[in-house]
C-alpha cells in the first residue's frame, strides 16, 4: 500500500511500568511520543510489584491519551489504526493497554492490531533519522531480554541465540540491588563504572566461548553475591566497572560472531541496555574492525516506549495488511 501521510496510528504499550502513548502519520514520522514511568513507585519494592503498575496504567492511560492527541492536535475520530502491545510481559500491565486499545478501536470504528514488544524493539529503527534497511542482525538487549534475532527483512525474523536464565539488563538490577543501587539499576552502573576500574575484579563471563549464540547471566550475579560476601567494602565504582567488562564483553563477542555467521554486514542494538555507553562504545568499535556498522537507536526509542509499537503497528496493517480481532488476548510468553 502506498504511503498515506493522512493515516494516523496511535500507539499504546504497557507491557511493564511504563505507561506510553504515541502518534505516529505513515509508517515512520513520529509526531508525539509520551512515556510515563513508574519507576518510582516501583523502586521502595526493588522491582515491579505486577498489581501496583496494572493499577498505575490504568488510572494513567486514559490522561495520557487526551494528552498525547493534545500534542498533535488531533481528535480521536481522526485516527486510522490502534496499536497495542499484546505480549510478551506482565498479564496484568498487558490487558491493561490492550483493553484500552481494543476499547477505543470499537469506539471509533477503526481496526485494532496487537504488537509483538519484541518485534517493536527491533522495529524502533525504523524510526530513527537514519533507519537501517535489512539484512541486519538485531540484539534485544533490556531487563527483560536479550536475543540476537536475524532480520532478512521486515516482518521475518529468526532468534538464533537467546538468554537461558536472567536478561543482561535483570542481571544488572539485581547486582545493583545487591550493590545497594536502587531501582532499575542499569544506568547507574553504567555512571559509576565511569569512576571504576574495569580490571579490578575479574569477574566471569559465562558462555562466551561456549558454541552457538545463547547468552547466561545468572553465573555472574552470583560471582557478584560471593565476592560482596568476602569483600563488603569493595568499592561500588569497580565493582560496577567489572561487572560491565564482564556484561559487555559477552554481548559484544555473540553479536560479532552472529553477525559474521549470517553474512551481515549490519548490526542493530535495541532495547534499555542499548543505552549503556560501554557497550555503545566497545561494540562500535569491534564491528569497524570486522566490517560490521553498528548502529544503537537514541535513548528514547530504546528504554521501553509506544513509538516503537505505533511503527510495528502501522507497518503489520499497511505493509502485511494485518489487523486483530477484538477477542485477542494478552500473550505474557510471546516470542518472536
Ligand atoms: O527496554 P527496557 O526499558 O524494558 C524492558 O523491556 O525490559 O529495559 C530496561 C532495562 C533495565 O534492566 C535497566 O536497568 C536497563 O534497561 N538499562 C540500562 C541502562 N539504561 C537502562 N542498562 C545498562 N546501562 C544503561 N545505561
Ligand atoms: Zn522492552
Do not use: W
Not at 505486577?50 to 475520530?77: D, F, G, M, T, W
Not at 538485531?138 to 531480554?145: A, E, P, W
Request: with cysteine; hydrophobic share 40%; proline share 6%.
Amino acid at each position: 500500500m502506498a504511503k498515506d501521510t493522512s493515516f494516523y496510528t496511535l500507539g499504546i504499550e504497557t507491557s511493564c511500568d511504563e505507561t506510553a502513548v504515541a502518534v505516529l502519520r505513515g509508517e515512520r514520522e513520529l509526531l508525539a511520543n509520551i512515556v510515563y514511568s513508574q519507576v518510582d513507585l516501583h523502586a521502595k519494592y526493588g522491582g515491579v510489584v505486577p498489581e501496583v503498575a496494572s493499577r498505575n496504567h490504568l488510572a494513567k492511560l486514559p490522561i495520557l491519551v487526551r494528552q498525547v492527541l493534545e500534542q498533535v492536535s488531533l481528535k480521536p475520530s481522526d485516527l486510522s489504526l490502534i496499536a497495542a502491545t499484546y505480549g510478551p510481559g506482565l498479564v496484568g500491565p498487558l490487558l491493561i493497554g490492550l483493553s484500552h486499545g481494543k476499547g477505543l478501536a470499537y469506539g471509533l470504528g477503526i481496526p485494532f492490531i496487537g504488537v509483538n514488544h519484541l518485534e517493536a524493539h527491533i522495529l524502533a529503527s525504523r524510526l530513527m533519522d537514519d533507519p537501517v534497511e535489512p539484512p541486519f542482525m538485531g540484539l534485544v538487549v533490556s531487563g527483560g531480554h536479550t536475543s540476537l534475532v536475524e532480520v532478512p527483512a521486515f516482518g521475518t525474523y529468526k532468534t538464533v541465540g537467546s538468554t537461558v536464565d536472567d536478561a543482561a539488563g535483570e542481571a544488572l538490577d539485581k547486582i545493583g540491588k545487591m550493590m545497594g543501587i536502587g531501582y532499575p539499576a542499569g544506568k547507574e552502573i553504567d555512571r559509576l563504572a565511569k569512576e571504576g576500574n574495569p580490571q579490578a575484579i575479574d569477574f566471569p563471563r559465562p558462555m562466551m566461548t561456549s558454541a552457538g549464540f545463547d547468552f547466561s547471566f545468572a553465573g555472574l550475579k552470583t560471582s557478584v553475591l560471593y565476592h560482596l560476601k568476602k569483600h563488603p567494602r569493595e568499592k561500588v565504582e569497580d565493582v560496577s566497572a567489572s561487572v560491565l567488562a564482564s556484561v559487555v564483553d559477552i554481548l559484544t563477542k555473540k553479536s560479532i560472531e552472529a553477525t559474521r555467521r549470517f553474512q551481515m554486514k549490519k548490526l542493530v542494538v535495541v532495547g534499555g541496555v542499548a543505552a549503556n555507553s560501554h557497550l555503545r562504545t566497545q561494540l562500535t568499535e569491534a564491528g569497524a574492525g570486522k566490517g560490521i556498522r553498528v548502529t544503537f537507536a537514541p535513548i528514547p526509542l530504546c528504554t521501553d516506549n509506544a513509538a516503537m509499537i505505533a511503527a510495528t503497528g502501522a507497518f503489520r496493517h499497511l505493509q502485511l495488511g494485518e489487523a486483530h480481532e477484538l477477542s485477542l488476548s494478552p500473550q505474557p510468553s510471546l516470542s518472536i
